[in-house]
């Protein structure tokens, strides 16, 4: 009588630099395409950031009906709502269909940063005849010149809360922040949450975009940043001997998750089953430790365990593959680990060069290609990878797509902070 | 038939241990032992100058060991105020279930927190704002003038620190935690979404004991700023203890308060295994989203309705068994009238016999902490057969018309308790919770 229900992915719906929906983005994947352009855009002068994945066509009006409700969506948000529309179109769901009580919305975001302009005008308003800041100045003037609204679209609870409005989505709602696990992590709670009877079909991913001055100078003050001078096309290069950090995206993923049996009964597209989960901090986190990998090792390991699966029943790894060198030896350590001689039919792939690294919002896209390669036999080589670093021995996909029988895909991410998150995929 | 009556063979959830930090007091003891005194952990604002602000108070932590924990600990050096909060909160917890290394297996002791993010690094961000205002142009500030300044004025490990995972990654630090980990951030539901995730997690059997519960703080200058601006604080600055009054006519916003509750939630058979003790069951969590509008609240409260009866529902409770309501209950005019409707709607004939009170009234609204604390009061409300009372209850409102336990803890048996958790944009949480009785 417990059995446990089965979850499978039955939409999908994508913005990333590539372009709106999951195609633009596989196909790039696919073809080793890169749309990471120059940041001249941004207008951040002589700054040492010189390229990003930027979505430079998105209109939030082509996926929000009331445009009232715009003004109140930071671009994470707008993104997170573009996606969610895409999703339900591509598994044929509207509201018409399907009983809002039963769907629900879980997603991975964190802070997301304030547009300065924004919250400038406030600090502005706070100096003092000698140009300094003066806290009763702001408690009095400061404030009243903020939009009224403006905490709103700050809160990181905010791009579920609008998936959820927009879609009439009544069940379920969580908001996952672990960093750039957050997404994957959404996605494997999202899918508990069908398994156990909550719900039967759930919107799960994620939204972010740190191209803007605050996300930039986060980034840039912990160093992760690449500095690697190439065509903007070629700089981001994960796993390659000249790895030296991220390149920054923006986007968001959202994929439809549902029973196995609610995606039957209306003969839905099914792309992959979802069959194993596994969460883990790097519990003696310290940064300078460049070889503890047994966090990682253990998220990987428990979402096999999940899945009832052994390491040599997997043929796919779609890799964290950050670029940052101690990131991306670490992972080849754990997968490593799992491998004694030889890694028999594994293929190790890494897609954070197509888009940009989506921080937050990684694993939202990123399970999608996962999903896809056991639904399209085909897996996406690593894009710039010409020699891998030396620390890093995985059997890679290099150079061009490669054509073969999928049948369990796993993705890897892991947070800056030391969280990890993995998922097990299985063709259908 | 609900799906989740299928799995009537989970496994069941205790509560074997539980912490607090509050404006009540730097433990959950004291704090607790103030709540049934019904005192208020309310004054003026003194993190930061808040004299010119519209609201000027709030339930702050007072007199809390910082230091003692850097000294212990170094790589604490750069944590946020909320982070320590949850580390103590979670010592005590520990401490409370008994937990030692070895008496749990790292690898199944997990986490599931709802730790909230602790916003702008005020000081170093005015450092680097300030010089970067343009003088011409559309735009207010220069970004590459900010992000020069943010090189030389802000701290990376202080960038880092903010961020609302970093609690859990000194958590699972310091208490060797390997197991499952995660941080849900849903405002003011988060702490009861994560003991009610962790159940779930529980119950799966992806773990034997779990740490859940919440930390944080939103006393600082954009928080402050932030409710004000969506008229949603009380500003009775002039009678600080006054100020929260859920269900009371004249109430008028909520009272910003800060701090952490923690919880230790394991497996009924691993918790008898190691003869620990139980504090009592967590047997129900419902989960639903309103998805009506930003700002309000459904008017009908559908989603909050639908969330209590979940949670009865996979507890296999009826309105009849509730001894005790502790209601999310904030001081706004639209939550506590809104609430009390549901309750009423849940609850149908029974609601005017239960007791429903919002410990809010003394502790101010702790965000995303507050579940936490709620749910351990639920707790110690059934270990003491103590009712926490809702202060500042003076003149009855026509739409708020329940027994609140009006300013007075008072005695009463409990063996079944909700918790209730909503958060802004339309999360709505409830816990069921009941005493364990040794079957």
């Known amino acids: 009588m417990s059995a446990k229900r089965r979850v499978v992915i039955a939409g999908l719906g994508a913005i990333t630099a590539c372009g709106k929906g999951w195609e633009p983005y596989w196909n790039a994947a696919i073809q080793g395409r890169s749309a990471i352009v120059s940041a001249k855009p941004l207008n951040l002068g002589n700054f040492p950031f010189k390229n990003a994945g930027m979505i430079p066509d998105f209109d939030a009006k082509e996926f929000v009906e009331n445009r009232k409700s715009i003004k109140v969506m930071s671009r994470e948000i707008q993104l997170?709502?573009?996606?969610?529309?895409?999703?339900?179109?591509?598994?044929?769901?509207?509201?018409?269909?399907?009983?809002?009580?039963?769907?629900?919305?879980?997603?991975?975001?964190?802070?997301?940063?304030?547009?300065?302009?924004?919250?400038?005008?406030?600090?502005?308003?706070?100096?003092?005849?000698?140009?300094?800041?003066?806290?009763?100045?702001?408690?009095?003037?400061?404030?009243?010149?903020?939009?009224?609204?403006?905490?709103?679209?700050?809160?990181?609870?905010?791009?579920?809360?609008?998936?959820s409005m927009v879609n009439q989505l009544r069940g379920p709602n969580n908001t996952v922040t672990t960093s750039s696990a957050a997404s994957t992590q959404a996605i494997g709670e999202a899918y508990h949450v069908i398994e156990r009877g909550d719900a039967d079909v759930?919107?799960?991913?994620?939204?972010?975009?740190?191209?803007?001055?605050?996300?930039?100078?986060?980034?840039?003050?912990?160093?992760?940043?690449?500095?690697?001078?190439?065509?903007?096309?070629k700089v981001y290069c994960p796993f390659d001997e000249k790895h030296d950090g991220i390149v920054l995206g923006e986007g968001a993923g959202i994929m439809v998750l549902e029973s196995l049996e609610s995606a039957k009964r209306r003969g839905?597209?099914?792309?992959?089953?979802?069959?194993?989960?596994?969460?883990?901090?790097?519990?003696?986190?310290?940064p300078r430790d460049a070889d503890d990998f047994t966090g990682k090792r253990v998220a990987i390991r428990r979402a096999l365990e999940d899945a009832g699966l052994e390491p040599e029943d997997v043929n796919v790894i779609v890799a964290n593959g950050s670029g940052i060198p101690q990131e991306d030896v670490q992972e080849s350590l754990a997968i490593q680990s799992f491998y004694g001689q030889t890694f028999g039919k594994l293929q190790v792939t890494a897609v954070k060069p197509v888009t940009g690294h989506l921080v937050y919002g990684s694993g939202s896209v990123e399970a999608m290609v996962a999903a896809l390669t056991t639904k399209k036999k085909l897996i996406p080589p690593v894009i710039n990878l010409v020699k891998p670093d030396s620390n890093c021995p995985l059997p890679f996909v290099i150079g061009k797509t490669k054509s073969c029988e999928v049948k369990v895909a796993v993705i890897n991410t892991f947070g800056f902070g030391g969280q990890n998150a993995s998922l097990v995929f299985q063709h259908v | 038939m609900h799906p989740w009556c299928f799995n009537m063979s989970k496994r069941r959830v205790v509560v074997t241990g539980m912490g607090a930090v509050t404006p009540l007091g730097n433990n959950l003891k004291d704090t607790w032992l103030r709540i049934t005194q019904g005192k208020s952990g309310i004054g003026p604002i003194t993190l930061f100058d808040a004299s010119r602000f519209p609201t000027r108070i709030a339930g702050e932590v007072k007199g809390f060991p910082f230091e003692k924990w850097v000294e212990h600990d170094p790589p604490l050096a750069c944590a946020t105020r909320s982070t320590f909060f949850a580390l103590q909160a979670a010592a005590e917890a520990y401490k409370d279930a008994g937990l030692r290394p070895f008496c749990v297996n790292p690898n199944r002791f997990g986490i599931y927190f709802?730790?909230?993010?602790?916003?702008?690094?005020?000081?170093?961000?005015?450092?680097?704002?300030l010089p970067?205002?343009?003088?011409?142009?559309?735009?207010?500030?220069?970004?590459?003038?900010?992000?020069?300044?943010?090189?030389?004025?802000?701290?990376?490990?202080?960038?880092?620190?903010?961020?609302?995972?970093?609690?859990?990654?000194?958590?699972?630090?310091?208490?060797?935690?390997?197991?499952?980990?995660?941080n849900c951030l849903t405002a003011c539901a988060a702490s009861s979404q994560a003991i009610g995730e962790a159940f779930e997690w529980l119950r799966r059997g992806d773990a034997d004991v779990i740490m859940a519960g919440g930390t944080h703080s939103m006393i600082y200058p954009m928080g402050v700023a932030g409710f004000s601006l969506l008229t949603a604080l009380s500003t009775r600055n002039d009678a600080p203890e006054k100020a929260s009054r859920p269900f009371d006519k004249k109430r008028n916003g909520f009272v910003i308060g800060e701090g952490s509750g923690v919880l230790i939630l394991e497996?009924?058979?691993?918790?008898?295994?190691?003869?620990?003790?139980?504090?009592?069951?967590?047997?129900?969590?419902?989960?639903?989203?309103?998805?009506?509008?930003?700002?309000?609240?459904?008017?009908?409260?559908?989603?909050?309705?639908?969330?209590?009866?979940?949670?009865?529902?996979?507890?296999?409770?009826?309105?009849?068994?509730?001894?005790?309501?502790?209601?999310?209950?904030?001081?706004?005019?639209?939550?506590?009238?809104?609430?009390?409707?549901?309750?009423?709607?849940?609850?149908?004939?029974?609601?005017?016999?239960?007791?429903?009170?919002?410990?809010?009234?003394?502790?101010?609204?702790?965000?995303?902490?507050?579940?936490?604390v709620e749910a351990a009061f639920c707790f110690l409300a059934m270990r003491d057969s103590i009712l926490p009372p809702t202060i500042n209850y003076e003149e009855p409102d026509p739409d708020c018309d329940l027994d609140y336990v009006p300013n007075m803890a008072r005695r009463a048996e409990i063996a079944v308790t909700l918790s209730n958790s909503f958060g802004f944009g339309g999360q709505n949480i409830c816990l069921a919770m009941r005493k364990y009785n040794g079957k």
């Open chain 1, 202 to 233: 759930m919107l799960a991913g994620g939204t972010d975009s740190k191209l803007n001055a605050m996300g930039i100078s986060r980034l840039h003050l912990l160093g992760f940043l690449s500095q690697h001078e190439d065509a903007p096309e």
């Open chain 2, 267 to 372: 497996d009924l058979d691993h918790a008898l295994h190691r003869q620990a003790q139980i504090y009592g069951e967590i047997v129900g969590y419902g989960s639903t989203a309103d998805a009506y509008r930003l700002t309000d609240m459904d008017p009908e409260g559908k989603g909050a309705s639908r969330a209590m009866e979940i949670a009865l529902e996979k507890g296999g409770l009826g309105p009849e068994n509730v001894d005790y309501i502790n209601a999310h209950g904030t001081s706004t005019v639209v939550n506590d009238s809104l609430e009390t409707l549901v309750i009423k709607k849940v609850m149908k004939e029974y609601a005017p016999k239960i007791p429903v009170s919002s410990t809010k009234s003394m502790l101010g609204h702790m965000i995303a902490a507050a579940g936490g």
């Open chain 1, 268 to 286: 839905a597209n099914i792309y992959a089953e979802i069959i194993g989960y596994g969460s883990s901090s790097d519990f003696n986190y310290d």
């Open chain 1, 80 to 163: 997170a709502v573009g996606a969610s529309r895409l999703a339900l179109r591509d598994a044929k769901l509207s509201p018409e269909n399907y009983d809002p009580t039963r769907i629900g919305v879980t997603l991975g975001t964190g802070i997301i940063n304030n547009d300065l302009d924004e919250i400038g005008i406030g600090f502005r308003n706070s100096l003092d005849e000698s140009g300094h800041f003066s806290m009763n100045k702001f408690g009095q003037e400061g404030i009243r010149s903020l939009f009224p609204l403006w905490f709103l679209k700050y809160l990181p609870n905010m791009p579920a809360c609008h998936v």
């Open chain 2, 114 to 129: 709802g730790a909230g993010d602790s916003g702008i690094d005020f000081e170093p961000f005015l450092k680097t704002l």
């Open chain 2, 132 to 182: 970067s205002f343009t003088t011409s142009g559309s735009e207010i500030i220069d970004k590459e003038k900010y992000l020069v300044n943010s090189s030389q004025h802000m701290s990376a490990l202080r960038e880092l620190e903010s961020q609302p995972f970093m609690t859990v990654t000194h958590l699972t630090r310091l208490f060797d935690i390997r197991g499952p980990v995660s």
